[in-house]
């Protein structure tokens, strides 16, 4: 059994070190009907996509999909922090997530440190179970903002969790593991709970059940209210069928020197992006390997001992360097890819519930497929490689 990192040991009953499941850091499922439940909340001001189509048609919000019935979409979205890990693979869950970001786990990639954190985001379907669930990253209030989800996880360092409260008009943060303790929303997988040097740990064990967790908050009980990506109202106007390049291989290095990649590969038969991790397939425990319809890269600068609070960017007092993906009031290149091909422009976000904004390099709006998308969130300094 390989050592456990400072960050990473949940030692001891779960029920009672509590403490353990707060601000840790990493080292077949049932399909259920979302759930509606509460009453609406006040009306966000999130900002809606420029890019969107002027397409009247009702349409899932984080897929893009056609919507046949609307109150379907009338719950709200639950996102889960997994990790991401060689040592915590495989994991549960993912394939039924609409949009699943990557993230940095923990660690300044800048020395060569960081591997990666998943962030599933369910909402035109849930996954039954998602295993293993750990802390919040602060990059995750930006990122869901907009979509006004509750976040499933075991808890963050304690200014992370301060963080997030303040932005409690936009998210959930709240209910994580312990906080939800007998309510169903959280289990721990006994197959997974280990032993090592004679101490249990359920670092790999806690699992998160995304209908149930639904149930814990009444806020945002209409679902996200504008359009997370600026879907294509037809095939024919999807950016990568009017002016894609090649791309049958797509690499994404998360570590210093280019290296550590995420690979996505377009598979003909499957009509989808195959993901790879570094050490091979992304394969999750009941052997459906990870495939994704959209493949989105926004390069992003990585912050450390900052953080952006009450409007602006200060510094961390926290005593804990959270790695911050740089994306609020901010600007940079991306890269999508679908179907094979890719195009590239400029991003950009403004404030922290503001939706991202995609720009063409030859200054057209973005306009994404309809589908399951993978968002990858590497440094400005990665080099990213596409192969026609």
Same mark, same amino acid.
């Given at each position: 059994?390989?050592?456990?990192?400072?960050?990473?040991?949940?030692?001891?009953?779960?029920?009672?070190?509590?403490?353990?499941?707060?601000?840790?850091?990493?080292?077949?499922?049932?399909?259920?009907?979302?759930?509606?439940?509460?009453?609406?909340?006040?009306?966000?001001?999130?900002?809606?996509?420029?890019?969107?189509?002027?397409?009247?048609?009702?349409?899932?919000?984080?897929?893009?999909?056609?919507?046949?019935?609307?109150?379907?979409?009338? *719950?709200?979205? /639950?996102?889960?922090?997994?990790?991401?890990?060689?040592?915590?693979?495989?994991?549960?869950?993912?394939?039924?997530?609409?949009?699943?970001?990557?993230?940095?786990?923990?660690?300044?990639?800048?020395?060569?440190?960081?591997?990666?954190?998943?962030?599933?985001?369910?909402?035109?379907?849930?996954?039954?179970?998602?295993?293993?669930?750990?802390?919040?990253?602060?990059?995750?209030?930006?990122?869901?903002?907009?979509?006004?989800?509750?976040?499933?996880?075991?808890?963050?360092?304690?200014?992370?969790?301060?963080?997030?409260?303040?932005?409690?008009?936009?998210?959930?943060?709240?209910?994580?593991?312990?906080?939800?303790?007998?309510?169903?929303?959280?289990?721990?997988?006994?197959?997974?709970?280990?032993?090592?040097?004679?101490?249990?740990?359920?670092?790999?064990?806690?699992?998160?059940?995304?209908?149930?967790?639904?149930?814990?908050?009444?806020?945002?009980?209409?679902?996200?209210?504008?359009?997370?990506?600026?879907?294509?109202?037809?095939?024919?106007?999807?950016?990568?069928?009017?002016?894609?390049?090649?791309?049958?291989?797509?690499?994404?290095?998360?570590?210093?020197?280019?290296?550590?990649?995420?690979?996505?590969?377009?598979?003909?038969?499957?009509?989808?992006?195959?993901?790879?991790?570094?050490?091979?397939?992304?394969?999750?425990?009941?052997? /459906?390997?990870?495939?994704?319809?959209?493949?989105? #890269?926004?390069?992003?600068?990585? #912050?450390?001992?900052?953080?952006?609070?009450?409007?602006?960017?200060?510094?961390?007092?926290?005593?804990?360097?959270?790695?911050?993906?740089?994306?609020?009031?901010?600007?940079?290149?991306?890269?999508?890819? *679908?179907?094979?091909?890719? #195009?590239?422009?400029?991003?950009?976000?403004?404030?922290?519930?503001?939706?991202?904004?995609?720009?063409?390099?030859?200054?057209?709006?973005?306009?994404?497929?309809?589908?399951?998308?993978?968002?990858?969130?590497?440094?400005?300094?990665?080099?990213?490689?596409?192969?026609?």
């Amino acid at each position: 059994m390989e050592p456990v990192s400072r960050r990473a040991a949940m030692l001891g009953a779960v029920g009672v070190a509590g403490a353990a499941l707060v601000g840790c850091s990493a080292e077949s499922q049932a399909q259920t009907q979302p759930p509606a439940t509460g009453t609406p909340a006040g009306t966000v001001s999130a900002t809606p996509t420029a890019t969107a189509t002027a397409d009247a048609t009702p349409r899932w919000p984080l897929t893009g999909k056609i919507l046949k019935h609307e109150d379907a979409a009338k *719950h709200i979205a /639950v996102a889960v922090k997994v990790p991401d890990n060689k040592n915590e693979h495989p994991q549960i869950g993912l394939d039924k997530a609409d949009i699943v970001y990557v993230e940095l786990d923990g660690y300044p990639a800048a020395v060569g440190q960081s591997s990666t954190r998943l962030v599933p985001i369910f909402h035109s379907e849930f996954a039954d179970t998602v295993n293993p669930v750990r802390s919040i990253r602060p990059v995750d209030i930006p990122m869901l903002s907009p979509i006004n989800a509750i976040i499933g996880s075991t808890g963050a360092f304690p200014w992370v969790l301060d963080y997030a409260k303040e932005f409690s008009d936009y998210i959930v943060s709240s209910k994580q593991y312990m906080t939800t303790k007998g309510t169903g929303a959280y289990s721990i997988l006994a197959s997974r709970v280990r032993q090592w040097q004679g101490n249990t740990y359920y670092d790999r064990a806690v699992a998160c059940h995304p209908a149930v967790l639904a149930k814990q908050t009444k806020k945002f009980a209409d679902g996200p209210k504008v359009a997370y990506f600026p879907w294509a109202a037809n095939d024919d106007e999807v950016s990568t069928e009017v002016a894609g390049k090649g791309a049958s291989t797509i690499v994404v290095p998360w570590m210093k020197g280019n290296t550590y990649p995420m690979t996505y590969t377009w598979s003909e038969k499957a009509g989808r992006y195959l993901r790879s991790m570094p050490w091979g397939k992304h394969v999750m425990a009941d052997g /459906v390997r990870i495939s994704t319809d959209n493949v989105l #890269v926004i390069k992003a600068k990585q #912050v450390f001992g900052k953080v952006y609070r009450s409007g602006k960017v200060v510094p961390n007092y926290g005593g804990h360097d959270e790695p911050i993906h740089d994306i609020i009031n901010n600007k940079g290149t991306f890269y999508y890819a *679908h179907g094979g091909k890719y #195009v590239t422009g400029t991003w950009t976000k403004g404030d922290v519930n503001e939706v991202f904004q995609f720009t063409l390099a030859d200054g057209s709006p973005l306009k994404m497929a309809p589908g399951k998308t993978w968002v990858e969130l590497p440094n400005t300094t990665s080099k990213i490689t596409i192969k026609g």
